[in-house]
């Protein structure tokens, strides 16, 4: 569960959300980035999920094979463009994205 304490920098983020499951915390530039990917990103707002905005992977990357490689374009495709500072020492390491450590989500 992801939680954001009162007065913090985290507040300004937008939750990601992924097979379901809450896995992050996006800043503000890497959401506008990532609407650039609308078949594979999406914006959205249910109150059952987050009360502001949130962000999620498309519903159609059902299974785990999909989404590793969608969203590895798109981190490939970040990098190559220098959309944003982080990527540019990135190695092109993978690691898991879940909530608990033995779910895995991507």
Not at 41 to 46: A, K
Not at 51 to 77: C, H, I, P, Q
Request: glycine share 6%; net charge positive; proline share 2%.
């Amino acid at each position: 569960m992801l939680t954001v304490a009162a007065g913090s920098s985290q507040s300004q983020c937008t939750l990601l959300v992924a097979g379901g499951e809450k896995v992050g915390l996006l800043t503000p530039d890497v959401v506008e980035q990532l609407k650039k990917y609308p078949k594979i990103f999406q914006l959205c707002f249910d109150e059952e999920i987050s009360s502001t905005n949130f962000m999620k992977l498309s519903d159609s990357l059902n299974n785990y094979k999909m989404r590793t490689s969608a969203v590895g374009a798109v981190v490939l495709d970040m990098k190559k463009r220098d959309a944003h500072i982080s990527l540019r020492g990135w190695r092109n390491e993978v690691c898991k994205i879940c909530e608990m450590y033995s779910a895995v989500v991507f």
